[in-house]
């Protein structure tokens, strides 16, 4: 791996473990505040795309494991991989992946904004949403034995917060996109 | 930022990190196969009796567990609505063990450990070509490194926003941190590559 | 010092920044001048094998900074225009540290090395500190200590001074001054560049002017004074 590609890494898990750190931030339309840190993942991808944003989210788990705080509400420990959310955050690698891959796949540099916008948005549904939901319903329903529609029914709440992120994930990477290209990635 | 170890030179401390991670791994799988209530009653009593035995004081016992509080209680709870409360009873137990022994880990291995365990489990990786072992810890070292930097960052791009009396909004907040900081990545790869740190075998 | 560029062209996505040249640069302490953006720092980044020329070559001590990567960089240490993000560890000792793990040495070897170039800086009292929170000085010395603790025999420092105060000005240009290394320094601090030994002027992308301080920065005035 380049060095850039390695720095570029480190500095967006940096990025994801401040995120998890910041006060809430106040969404304009609605009062609802944001808690940034399963945006950050969001956003490594749709910014670093499917590899390095994929290696940013495994350093910010490997830091979490080898027991320092970086999770949102200072979390940190092995125990954050033997508790019932725990797919959730393994999700996050998926997550990451999936989004990035379909950045990668979607978005050009020869589409319109807005195009690009609603394709980010897309990605980011469908990776930081849909199959993290997946992965962290599963992991709850398996482990806890609670079963799948209680699980779902249980993570319900979370699905419009996230679906908002998507959005502000969209907006943010393509605006990166024209501030500071990073994609397609360099080799 | 503060690492959850705890200094110490107990039994637990001076086991190789391995070792401990290797037995937390049995230890959850054995929990995970058996469903008897009094033996994950007794087993979460166990890890709680190690910290104790660590002195670690319950303040920081507590200020170790609260994150896993309300999700353990909440996912009992919901185990003994729909299963019985002789489920929810078993989910609780084990999903409070299950974070008691886990916590005794982090608590008595070094970040420095942890590092040198994953550096040698990367080695065969290394040996496939897919990565390089060594660059595990440079890539912790520069993420602890740029953290404080990046929330200072943060500030004073919040501030601006206050200066020129503007409301910090999400993607107004996060798209020049996100730049900025993406930006410095030129120069740290040049000072990486230019002191020749990754160059060696 | 023993650099040679020959016959060396830079072009950055098919323009041209550094036009082909032929330079000899030996000698002790050598300053480099110019406005913004005429390829000062290009031309300096081309001696640790950071950019490639796009044509030439260039050699340090004898060895090429493409075909003999490493033995080159090993020459050289580099000092950036922004030492903020040439700390690359949380701590300064296991910064400092870190460039030397290359070298096989036992814990206590490391130790003592670290220590002994912190003791030359006089920045012993930083080791344990954090990285982000040290001030422009203090930061400017530590990016020192970490580049010249595996001694390389030619040091580059681009803009060192540009961002410090009076104080912590002078302080540089004192180390500078008693550095034992060869150096080459990218400077707008005229009356830094005036104690060196030789000065290059740089001219979009060409050395306009090669000879002793005086001369060059005289023309270098005058060149900018002639178009006001
Ligand atoms: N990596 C790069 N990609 C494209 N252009 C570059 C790059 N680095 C420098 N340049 C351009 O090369 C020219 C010379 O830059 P530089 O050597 O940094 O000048 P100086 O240090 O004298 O201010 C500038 O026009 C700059 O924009
Ligand atoms: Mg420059």
Known sequence: MATRDLVLSALFAAIIVALGLVPPIMLGFIPVPITAQSLGVMLAGVVLGAKRGTISVLLVLVLAAIGLPVLSGGRGGLAVFMAPTTGYLIGWVFAVLTTGYLSQLLVSHSQAGFVQTVNFFVAALFGGVIVLYVCGISYLALVTGLGFSKAFMGSLAFIPGDILKAVIAALAGRAVMVGYPLLPQRT | MRSLHIDGNSVLHRLPAAAKLAALAVISLVLFMIDNAGFLAGAALAGLAGHVLLRISATEIWRRMRPFVLIVVVVALFTAVFNGTGEGLTAFFRLAALALFASLVTATTTTGDFIGVITRAAMPLERLGLLKARDVGLSIGLVIRFVPEILSRYEVIRDAHYARGLKPRPVSLIVPLIITTLKSADEIAAAIDARGIRSQK | ?228
């Open chain 3, 1 to 228: 010092m023993d650099i040679h560029f020959e016959k060396v062209e830079v072009r950055f996505e098919g323009r041209t920044v550094i036009h082909p040249l032929d330079l000899t640069i030996g000698g002790r302490r050598v300053g480099i001048i110019g406005l913004n953006g005429s390829g000062k720092t290009t031309l300096a980044r081309m001696i640790n094998g950071l950019v490639k020329p796009s044509s030439g070559r260039v050699t340090v001590n004898g060895f090429d900074t493409v075909e003999r990567q490493d033995e080159a960089r090993g020459q050289s240490g580099f000092i950036f225009q922004n030492p903020q993000n040439q700390i690359i560890l949380p701590l300064l000792r296991e910064d400092i540290a870190l460039g030397l793990k290359s070298r096989k040495l036992t814990k206590q070897e490391v130790t003592a090395a670290v220590d002994a170039i912190l003791d030359r800086f006089g920045i012993k009292h930083l080791g344990d500190r954090r990285a982000h929170e040290l001030s422009g000085g203090e930061l400017q010395l530590a990016a020192l200590a970490s580049v010249l603790v595996t001694e390389p025999k030619i040091l580059v420092m681009d803009e060192p001074t540009n961002q410090l105060d009076l104080k912590n000005r002078n302080l540089v240009e004192k180390t500078i001054r008693t550095l034992p290394e060869d150096v080459i320094v990218i400077s707008h601090d005229l009356d830094l560049v005036a104690g060196l030994d030789r000065v290059l002027l740089v001219h979009e992308g060409r050395i306009a002017a090669d000879g002793g301080p005086g001369e060059v920065i005289g023309l270098y005035r005058a060149m900018q004074g002639a178009k006001a």
